[in-house]
């Protein structure tokens, strides 16, 4: 390995490093200081708390392991230039892409182990999270189960069934509540076109009420708006908020064959385009990242301290992007795989041009 590879290579391991510490200990600090009086008003030992947070680390670094990949490979390049290194290189006739190239494989290598994480690793540890989290700390367990596209949850007095197209809004498709005796009979059935949960109503519209009567009779109501108490709210549902992350990418993979129904299946492929895409995120970052820092060194002269704030809204800007994009996939307006590497594509081809055009 020659020494230019090797030194380059150590550099973005050390940064990597660096920044990976320091960000997953302000994200755990937060953390604790937001969740910790929850684990004491449940009781529960300091022990629990630290396995707790100890497996909640390899979370916190896949979500942030674009910014990473990005980050690294610009302080790197960043401290070349600024301790003139990179003028001497090149003066010396070193092109451009042969003094990235060990950043890029640096990069390409780290996004490699963030797959084996994802595929081996986080499954258990989220798992586990979530298991201390919902039930052990706030003592809720699964109400129910989810199949071909609809939710069915036990409530304490009765059954529950609706569709939920964006788990970010607490309104319901095709919402439907029933009671039963002990003879298992139907007592009361709600059934409505949408519901919405409006704290401390459930406002549930276009739909009828069946009760049934001791003589055998059944009693129907219609309405168009009618607000009610049920036993539940939305709270009480329990969705762990990392419950994708459960699954490795084999079995994001295989889910998709699982799906009866088309909208599940496109539902399940975007998710699995949407795992994967937002694993090899960091790449494109980092090749439009680096003629970024290039580029505000020849404006403003002071590389690092106007290309990582730019950087940073960058990654913030392609997060966005990137949900938004997978948004889009999900309620089927643009296809999986599209929406799942646009952003790649923009973003690399605007930073090999700008590298390229570096390098003359």
Not at 54 to 60: E, M, R, T, V
Not at 255 to 270: F, H, K, L, P, T
């Amino acid at each position: 390995m020659q020494l230019l590879t090797r030194y380059l290579l150590v550099q973005f391991t050390r940064f990597f490093f660096t920044i990976n510490i320091g960000f997953v200990s302000v994200y755990l600090l937060i953390d604790f200081f937001e969740k910790f009086d929850e684990f004491s008003e449940a009781g529960k030992p300091m022990s629990l708390i630290i396995e707790f947070f100890l497996l909640n680390i390899p979370f916190i670094v896949d979500q942030l392991g674009p910014i990473l990949i990005l980050l690294s490979g610009v302080i790197t390049l960043g401290i070349l230039n600024h301790n003139n290194e990179l003028t001497a290189l090149k003066a010396a006739g070193i092109p451009l892409r042969r003094i990235i190239r060990p950043i890029l494989v640096a990069a390409f290598f780290f996004t490699s182990l963030f797959f084996i994480t994802a595929q081996f690793l986080l499954p258990s540890t989220i798992s586990t999270t979530n298991d201390i989290w919902y039930e052990q700390v706030r003592g809720k367990v699964p109400l129910g189960i989810f199949r071909n596209g609809r939710y069915y949850y036990k409530g304490s007095e009765g059954f529950y069934s609706f569709e939920w197209p964006n788990r970010e809004r607490l309104i319901f498709k095709d919402f439907s509540y029933s009671t039963w005796d002990e003879n298992y009979n139907v007592k009361t059935l709600t059934a409505a076109e949408f519901a919405d949960w409006v704290p401390p109503l459930w406002v549930l519209k276009t739909g009828q009420t069946v009760e049934h009567n001791p003589d055998g009779t059944f009693k129907t109501r219609l309405f168009t708006i009618w607000g009610t108490n049920l036993p539940e709210s939305p709270d009480d549902f329990l969705i762990p908020e990392n419950e994708s992350v459960e699954m490795s990418l084999a079995d994001l993979y295989y889910d998709i064959g699982r799906q009866e129904i088309e909208s599940d299946r496109n539902n399940a492929r975007a998710n699995f385009y949407g795992r994967i895409s937002y694993l090899l995120l960091g790449i494109p970052l980092l090749l439009l990242g680096l003629p970024i820092l290039i580029l505000s060194y020849q404006k403003w002269g002071r590389d690092l301290s106007i290309a990582i704030p730019i950087s940073c809204g960058m990654a913030f800007f392609a997060w966005g992007l990137w949900g938004a994009l997978q948004s889009l996939a999900k309620t089927e307006y643009i296809p999986p795989l599209p929406a799942s590497i646009m952003i790649h594509l923009l973003f690399s081809a605007i930073g090999l041009y700008l590298l390229r055009r570096e390098d003359r």
